[in-house]
C-alpha cells in the first residue's frame, strides 16, 4: 500500500520557536517520494505556525539518518518520472535552506548521497558519534543531483569534496566535524545536544529573527551552478551512457555493478 506523507515524516513542538522533524521510513530512511512530501508538509506546517525559529531533522531509524535517493523507486523509473524526482529532491533542500528558520539536522547514523545533500541544506549539522556521511553517488553511476556538488565544496573547500564524492568513502562522525561538515559533535544523543544548540538560538531573549535570517542568507549568498547541469548529467548518465541504470540494478540485485 502506498505510504502516506504523515506516516515516514512526523513533526512536533519541543520547546518554544523549536521544532523536531522526523523522518521514519524503514529499513534506511531511502527518500521516497511520500518522505519528500513529507519532509515540504513539515515546512507548511512550519510556515503556517508562523513562530518556528529553529527547525531539527532527524531520524527515528538507528543507525541511519537517510540513505539517499531511493533506489530501488529508481529501478522502474522513466524519463518523466526522473525529472518529476530530481525537481522533488532538490525542492526539499532548496526550500530548506531558504526556510525564514535556522534548520538543525542531527545525524547520529549514515547520512549518504540524498541524505547528506538534505542534511547540507540545512543551516547546521548536529552529530553523534556514530554519524558517517558520504555522497557515493559516483558507486552507481549518478552524481551528487540534489545539491551536494554544490553545498559539499562550500562546507569543506574544493579538494575534500571532491575526495569525497570521488572515493565514495564514508566520512566518520569526528573527521567530518574536524573539517567543518558537522559543527557540533556529541559523544551522548543526539537530539538533546541538537536541542540545547537550538536553544541557544531561539531564545525568547535571543537575536532578532530577521536578523538571524539575514545573516544565514549573507553566509551562503554563494550563487550554484544551475540546478539543470545537474539534470543534463543524470539524463546522460541514466537514459544515454547507461552508468546510472548499470549502477541501479546492480544495487537492487545485489551485485556489484559492471561499468564499461
Ligand atoms: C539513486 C538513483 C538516482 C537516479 C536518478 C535520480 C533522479 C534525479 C536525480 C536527483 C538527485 C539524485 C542525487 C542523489 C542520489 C542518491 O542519493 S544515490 C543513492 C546514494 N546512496 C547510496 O548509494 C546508499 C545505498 N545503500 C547502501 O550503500 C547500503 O544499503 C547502506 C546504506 C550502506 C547500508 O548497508 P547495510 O547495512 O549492509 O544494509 P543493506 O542491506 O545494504 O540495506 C538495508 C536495506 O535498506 C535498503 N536501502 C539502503 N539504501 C537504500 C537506498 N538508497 N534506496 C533504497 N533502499 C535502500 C536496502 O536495499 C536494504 O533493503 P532490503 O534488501 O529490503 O533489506
Given at each position: ?21 522526523t ?19 513539515a515546512m ?11 527547525m ?9 539518518f ?8 529508481l529501478?522502474?523509473i522513466d524519463?518523466?518520472s ?20 535556522i534548520?538543525i539536522a542531527a545525524?547520529d547514523?549514515l ?10 541544506a540545512?543551516?547546521?549539522r548536529?552529530?553523534?558519534?556514530n ?12 552524481i ?7 553545498r559539499l ?10 575526495d569525497i564524492?570521488?572515493?565514495a ?34 531564545g525568547?531573549?535571543l ?10 542568507d ?16 543524470q ?6 551512457d ?12 545485489k ?6
Open positions: 500500500m502506498a505510504e502516506k506523507p504523515d506516516e515516514v515524516v512526523t513533526w512536533e513542538n519541543a520547546a518554544p520557536g523549536v521544532v523536531v522533524v523522518m521514519a521510513r524503514p529499513p534506511a530512511n531511502a527518500l521516497g517520494v511520500a518522505l519528500l512530501d513529507g519532509l515540504h508538509s507548511d506546517a512550519a510556515e503556517k505556525a508562523g513562530d518556528v525559529k529553529v531539527i531533522v532527524t531520524s527515528a531509524l538507528p543507525g541511519f537517510a540513505a539517499g535517493a531511493d533506489i530501488k523507486h529501478d522502474t524519463a518523466a526522473f525529472t518529476e524526482y530530481g525537481d522533488k529532491m532538490r525542492s526539499v533542500n532548496d526550500r530548506l535552506a531558504a526556510a525564514p528558520w534548520s545525524v547514523g547520512a549518504l548521497g540524498g541524505g547528506l545533500e538534505l542534511a547540507m540545512a543551516t547546521l548536529v552529530s553523534g558519534r554519524g558517517r556521511f558520504g555522497l557515493p553517488e559516483v558507486k552507481i553511476g549518478l551528487p543531483g540534489a545539491g551536494g556538488t554544490q565544496p562550500r562546507l569543506v573547500g574544493r579538494g575534500r569534496a571532491l564524492m570521488l572515493t568513502r564514508q566520512v566518520p562522525a569526528d573527521e567530518a566535524f574536524r573539517i567543518g561538515l558537522v559543527d557540533r559533535l556529541t559523544d551522548g544523543d543526539v537530539l538533546p545536544a541538537a536541542l540545547d544548540f537550538a536553544g541557544q538560538m531561539a525568547a531573549s537575536p532578532a529573527q530577521l536578523a538571524v535570517v539575514r545573516t544565514v549573507a553566509a551562503f549568498d554563494q550563487p550554484f551552478v544551475d540546478g539543470a547541469e545537474y539534470e543534463v548529467a539524463e546522460q548518465s541514466l537514459f544515454e547507461g552508468e546510472a541504470a548499470e549502477g541501479i540494478t546492480a544495487f537492487v540485485e551485485r556489484p555493478p559492471r561499468f564499461a
